[in-house]
């Protein structure tokens, strides 16, 4: 295929394997035209979950007192060989096959994430994946941005940018993955082109404490709170979550910012677990207070340094999180607005990022540039990404 990229309409996989460490979300996407004339539409959605073994190899490797740099490099083949196994599994029961793609693009897996250092590490080799897949691949996104100054994250904003403004209402899009970001986006009058200037940085921990909580409560048998139903059991210790929002220190930092496991890590999940059962907490309330303190990340940061400055009428949230009652239904009291999920912009909840992604690699593919300067501190805008070629 010729570079850049001059289809019209292309056929992609987008894949995302973010900081919950649950396994490879795969999108298979048609996507028009690009920029702020960008039409996608969903194919496949599949998510190829980790085994429990691998899962905990993936966190090991997350910190630096159980990583070894021969781990990292096993890994970053074994997930490479994950991740084109992952795009196979969305083409399955498609009128599509691998031939017929035009494109992968990946987010990787993240291991470590030092934005103030200007440093990341994402795996899952792209070659590996090309080689598999016969297709061009695209990855490694967050270091061209970091390049430039930025914080390499988020990234996601870009795309909420171009497909979901509105002319009527502001919104603010919520991801809740393992960790939890926003994008701010004013309305803006018909026929006016919207303004680049997007707020969206990381709120804090989204599911990443409280699917901790529920792994050490249920010695490995659950990994997350499904449908927030242990949380809806729980009792809230009021005094302990204004203690633990007290001590969170990224809280208190000024946006643009972005987090991961190098924050929220097990040993703080594993010290707040420790902390709820010295206070006499039942799993549940732990679980409860826990979810409380996601939720409050969240409110607190639209209340008290949003609201003032921009007119969000309606939020909307993707992700994991979206499918947490507890979450979703203190978001709407603490909030006092409509908080629903992407579904009613007739978009996958489950699929957003991965279809982000492929949209950020159609924007690469055609010399676009594909940063928010505005989110994550970058001097300037810049085309995101790494190339492998299939032979």
Not at 172 to 187: D, E, H, Q, R, W
Not at 343 to 361: C, Q, R, T
Request: hydrophobic share 40%.
């Amino acid at each position: 295929m010729a570079l850049p990229l001059t289809k019209e309409k292309v056929l992609a996989v987008g894949l995302m394997s973010g900081t919950s460490v649950d396994g490879i979300d795969a999108a298979l996407v048609e996507i028009k035209g690009s920029g702020y004339s960008t039409e996608v539409q969903l194919v496949g959605f599949q998510t190829l979950q980790y085994e429990e073994e691998l899962k905990e190899r993936i966190l090991r490797i997350c910190h630096p007192e159980t990583s070894s740099v021969d781990e990292v490099c096993r890994l970053n083949v074994l997930l490479a060989e994950k991740m084109a196994e992952s795009v196979a599994y969305v083409l399955e029961g498609t009128p599509y096959h691998l031939k017929d793609l035009d494109f992968v693009s990946s987010h990787g897996q993240t291991i470590h994430h030092l934005p103030n250092e200007g440093a990341t590490l994402q795996i899952g080799e792209l070659a590996v994946i090309a080689e598999r897949t016969k297709a061009l691949t695209v990855g490694d996104f967050r270091p061209s941005d970091m390049a430039v100054g930025g914080q390499g994250a988020p990234l996601v904003p870009f795309v909420d940018d171009i497909l979901f403004r509105s002319e009527t209402n502001g919104r603010a899009l919520l991801n809740i993955g393992g960790m939890a970001n926003l994008t701010v986006l004013p309305a803006y009058s018909p026929g006016e082109q919207p303004s680049h200037e997007v707020l969206a940085f990381d709120t804090g921990p989204g599911n990443v404490l409280i699917d901790e909580m529920v792994r050490i409560g249920t010695n490995g048998a659950k990994d997350f709170d499904e449908s927030g139903e242990l949380a809806q059991k729980g009792q809230v210790d009021e005094a302990w979550l204004q203690k633990l929002i007290s001590e969170d220190a990224f809280l208190k930092l000024p946006y643009p910012k972005s987090t991961g496991r190098e924050f929220y890590h097990r040993n703080l999940a594993e010290k707040i677990w420790l902390e709820g059962r010295a206070r006499r907490l039942e799993f549940e309330d732990i679980v409860a207070t826990v979810t409380s303190f996601t939720v409050y990340s969240i409110t607190s940061t639209i209340q008290e340094q949003l609201d003032q400055q921009y007119d969000i009428k309606e939020v909307f949230v993707g992700g994991g999180g979206v499918h947490n009652r507890f979450i979703m239904d203190h978001l709407q009291k603490g909030l006092k607005r409509p908080v629903k999920s992407m579904e009613v912009l007739e978009f996958s909840s489950d699929a957003k990022e991965a279809i982000a992604f492929a949209i950020l690699g159609n924007e690469f593919l055609r010399q676009q540039t594909n940063n928010t300067p505005s989110a994550t501190g970058a001097t300037k805008a810049v085309s995101m990404g790494k190339l492998a070629l299939p032979f």
